[in-house]
């Protein structure tokens, strides 16, 4: 009987599936298969699981969920976009269903009404084993109604509507919003511009409140004048900025709710003549591409986008897999956030 070759025994936590198939001398999805109780010859089970012990091998949870993907369907819907958001997100996606046998449906529902939502989600249903909703359809409840009657596992990301019916992936938009504020408060800015988000996402109103806390804490009044409505598009920013700068007193910062409004900002004070950020500071969020293709770059909320979606499909690979014994796995999965400095704020200018 074959025997592993000899190797020193290593923390779990250091191991990976292919060293244990190269000690075994098999490949990584025969031991995949082992570690997921699949059909292979019990010489070879038994080569692989003196190897596992060996090395002091343990599948952690997303690993199992992966090698239990084969022939998977999960699909992601999309409408009216963040470009820079969505790329970020389908790029995480990608990572992980090409290291699997994940096949990834990429849909697009250009803006569709209450009822052609509910019919498309039918539709989708009959294709698809999970389904990843991104903003904005990840709070319509016409989608998450038809497919979860469907009994498809449906993943939420950046939502704040918690169902009962769907799993959540998002991070602490109101802390975030509230962090932001209050670095620029502690630069010295006193008359903040604020660009709001999409009126219909939860996201974005969690953002405005911990702005708006900050602000109080710090015994700042809101200027009506200094919120100014964005749908997260850069044509909004766009809109949103020249109606700030139009002010008879204008901010001394633009905090935008993301970065692709936030890049609009800075575009529309370079058209103005102003210097950012010596004139006037700007800030975004999501960390995207958008923040370091502007000059210059944005400081902005680092949302872990890709850990997002690795999380996303985590928990919709769990949901399948326990579909047959009417368990289905729901998580409110809050990742964390960070504040990155970069080139786009300094203290305010002085007024004569």
Known sequence: M????????????????????????????????????GKVRDLTRERVMRAVHALGYTPNLAASSLAAAQHTRIALIYTNPSGAYLRELLVGLLRVASSSAIQLVVDYWDELDT???????????GRVDGVILPPPLCESQAAVTELV???IPVVAIASGHLSE????????????????????IQQGHSRIGFIRGRKDLSAS???????????????????????QQGDYTYRSGLTAAEKLLSQ???????????????AAAISVAHRRGLDVPRDLSVVGFDDSSAATTVWPELTTIHQPIAA?????????LRSIRRKTDGTPVLMDHVLPHRLVTRDSVATPPKRR
Do not use: W
Not at 208 to 222: N, Q
Not at 248 to 262: L, Q
């Open 2 to 37: 074959d025997k592993p070759k000899k190797s020193v025994r290593r923390k779990t936590s250091g191991v990976t599936i292919d060293e244990v198939a190269t000690l075994a001398g098999v490949s990584p999805m025969t031991v995949s298969r082992v570690m997921n109780q």
């Open 205 to 227: 109103a969690r953002r405005y409140d911990g702005f708006v806390t900050a602000l109080h804490e710090a015994g700042l009044e809101v200027e009506p004048g200094l919120v």
């Open 308 to 316: 997002m979606a690795n999380a996303a499909i985590d928990i919709l």
């Open 149 to 151: 009657k469907a009994g």
């Open 248 to 262: 008879r007193k204008p901010p001394t910062a633009i905090f935008a709710s993301n970065d692709d409004m936030g």
């Open 165 to 184: 019916d769907i799993s959540c992936v998002r991070i602490d938009d109101f802390h975030a919003g509230k962090e932001m504020a209050e670095y620029l």
């Open 115 to 125: 009822e052609a939502e509910r019919n498309a989600a039918r539709a989708l249903a």
